[in-house]
């Protein structure tokens, strides 16, 4: 039986490099007890914001440099908590860091406000003087945000509320990484092997080409939720009720524009997108028929969605490979960025492979003051290459941001995210399909790209839809979320985006708790903007094609500017305007193109 190596047991070269951050634990502890004493020098500035406009910038400074420093404290306490949630030394490091992240918002809190007591044509004027220049895009949020901040006593209250209020997503973590994958259980693999069934190994697994081992994963890997299910509604439940609090305190129509103003993005954009998607499902119906037919399956089932289209050809990299396929497909980006890119995958960048009690998925981090990091459960699959290629698109994305902007300005915002990720994933499928002429290759990797189009365009969008729907049902009080009522929700959207080529019989029926399972639907709107991304990486990545460098050298800008002005307006410099359907349709256009290729390939 294959089994995942504990922590201890993972060799150094297939780690992150966490010790250029902090060497050791005991230094981590010396800037941990300096950095508590940022919270009384910030706490100086209290009833001085009024003074004069460098006041102000004195201020801010100590702020983002207190903020500069707990963050770097925070980022190794979550990525260490990260490669084995059950470390108990670790989790407790977390936790402390957590505390003190939380502790300084509260700390913090007054500056908004106080602030915003001043006259409005006072603030303005103060806004302009040159010695608040580098801290423009502050004082323009702040006159934005005015009309939903609110007086010093209460916005410290809401600070203080801010790390109990997250509490539920902290649960949904150590049941979906430590608890249910106790109950995995075993299953074999094509070869009869028994396996430990993991995160990792069910989306391997469901790209069997053996129908019946991606039907006992698919059914086993769901019941181990199901077995939770009142449990993980009920702390869904919970992360939307807090976000709705929230909302309503500082005045918002509704949650979903709450989060949405933070970045200044319309309803019009989130709906537009889901409307944008519902006239092309006819598309996506004939991509499922096509599989249907090639397959020659029939019933067709949920778990017949992500095995190869062709059943003699089976890309597997090991992890030289991946890193090869990144060097040479993400050439078009220009030498530096690759230069930048073989240094960080050389260099620690990457914790490479699961191991027992390690956070699911994959993700990009680190601070200011690190290398960016990247965990992955690398699979050897090409599905597990395009994730890597994905998180290292982020990646790329903090360090040109880093590099060219202070602090303050080189955070990035979630909304443009997830473009420069699916922007790497567009190069490298270019690469890899001008790489072959062979029929069964092209059509592996066309179906490739086709289902990582349906993972991140219309699952990403659904997604949206059940996450608009739910907390609407919150917000009017129409119904509790229930597991019930969550299932049902779930199930009716699932049918609407796949269409009757499904059986929808008792086979596919562990698919209506899929919720349960989704940890993006604890970061509040997050998941419309993998499409919204996905379709500006589509426009981004056919003008980095056909212009070449003047076409770089937007995009480079664009990544280097990380939060230096608003996020419509920084795509807009790159050569993508999202406040238009044109983006999405253009994206939906290239998947009908490559759908195209995809019959005739088949039908050849």
Not at 248 to 259: F, H, L, T, V
Request: hydrophobic share 35%.
């Amino acid at each position: 039986m294959s089994t995942l190596p504990p922590r201890s047991e993972v060799p150094q070269e297939d780690r992150w490099n966490l010790e250029a951050l902090f060497a050791h634990d005991q230094l981590w502890e010396q800037e941990f007890t300096e950095a508590k004493q940022w919270l009384a020098t910030v706490s100086t500035w209290k009833g001085r914001l009024h003074e004069s406009p460098q006041i102000v910038c004195d201020a801010l400074k100590d702020m983002f440099e207190a903020y500069r420093q707990i963050h770097k404290l925070y980022v190794y306490a979550h990525l260490r908590n990260d490669e084995d949630l059950g470390n108990s030394q670790y989790k407790t490091l977390f936790e402390r860091a957590r505390k003190l992240y939380f502790d300084f918002q509260t700390t913090a809190s007054f500056y908004s406000p106080e602030l915003l007591e001043l006259p409005e044509e006072t603030l303005k004027s103060w806004s302009k003087d040159p010695v608040l220049e580098t801290y423009r895009v502050y004082m323009r949020d702040l006159l934005r945000k005015k009309p939903h901040t609110l007086p010093q006593e209460q916005e410290h209250l809401l600070s203080m509320a801010a790390e109990p209020l997250s509490n539920s997503t902290q649960i949904f973590s150590m049941l979906n990484n430590l608890d249910i994958p106790e109950f995995f259980g075993q299953v074999d693999d094509e070869e009869g092997k028994q396996l430990q069934l993991s995160h990792g190994q069910y989306g391997k697994l469901t790209e069997s080409s053996n129908r019946e081992v991606r039907r006992n994963v698919f059914h086993q890997y769901f019941k181990a939720f199901q077995q939770h299910r009142n449990t993980l509604a009920t702390a869904l439940e919970g992360r939307l009720k807090a976000n709705i609090f929230l909302a309503k305190a500082r005045n918002y129509p509704s949650a979903r524009e709450a989060a949405l103003f933070t970045n200044q993005i319309p309803t019009s954009v989130y709906d537009g997108l889901i409307d944008a998607i519902h006239e092309h499902l006819p598309d996506f119906y004939r991509y499922m028929e096509l599989r249907k037919r090639v397959l020659k399956l029939d019933p067709f089932h949920i778990y017949d969605m992500r095995n190869p289209i062709v059943s003699d050809i089976n890309l597997t990299y090991n992890w030289n490979e991946a890193e090869t396929m990144m060097l040479e497909g993400l050439q078009p980006l220009g030498k530096d960025y690759i230069e930048t890119m073989r240094h960080g995958l050389k260099n620690g960048w990457v914790d490479r492979y699961e191991n027992t009690g390690k956070r699911s998925g994959a993700y990009s981090s680190g601070c200011y003051d690190s290398m960016p990091y990247i965990l992955h459960n690398y699979t050897k699959t090409l599905g597990s290459v395009f994730t890597l290629a994905h998180e290292l698109g982020h990646s790329m994305h903090s360090a040109l941001a880093n590099q060219r902007q202070p602090f303050h300005t080189s955070d990035y915002c979630i909304f443009v995210a997830e473009v420069a990720s699916t922007t790497n994933e567009a190069l490298l499928t270019h690469h890899l399909l001008e790489q072959t002429d062979d029929p069964k290759v092209r059509i592996y990797l066309i179906n490739n790209y086709l289902d990582d189009f349906r993972g991140t365009m219309f699952r990403q969008t659904m997604f949206a839809e059940f996450e608009r729907d739910i907390y609407a049902t919150v917000e009017s009080g129409s119904a509790a979320l229930t597991a019930d009522h969550l299932d049902q929700t779930y199930l009716e959207l699932v049918k609407k985006y796949h269409g009757d080529t499904i059986a929808w019989d008792d086979e596919d029926a562990p698919i209506a708790s899929e919720w349960s399972r989704i940890p993006h639907f604890y970061y509040n709107f997050y998941v419309y903007q993998y499409a919204t991304g996905m379709a500006a990486a589509t426009t981004l990545a056919r003008k980095i094609l056909e212009e070449g460098e003047p076409a770089v050298k937007r995009y480079l800008n664009f990544l280097s500017s990380g939060g230096s002005d608003d996020p419509l307006v920084l795509l807009q410099g790159a050569g993508v305007d999202l406040t238009t359907p044109q983006p999405v349709r253009e994206a939906l256009s290239v998947f009908r193109t490559y759908l195209n290729e995809l019959e005739q390939l088949l039908e050849a």
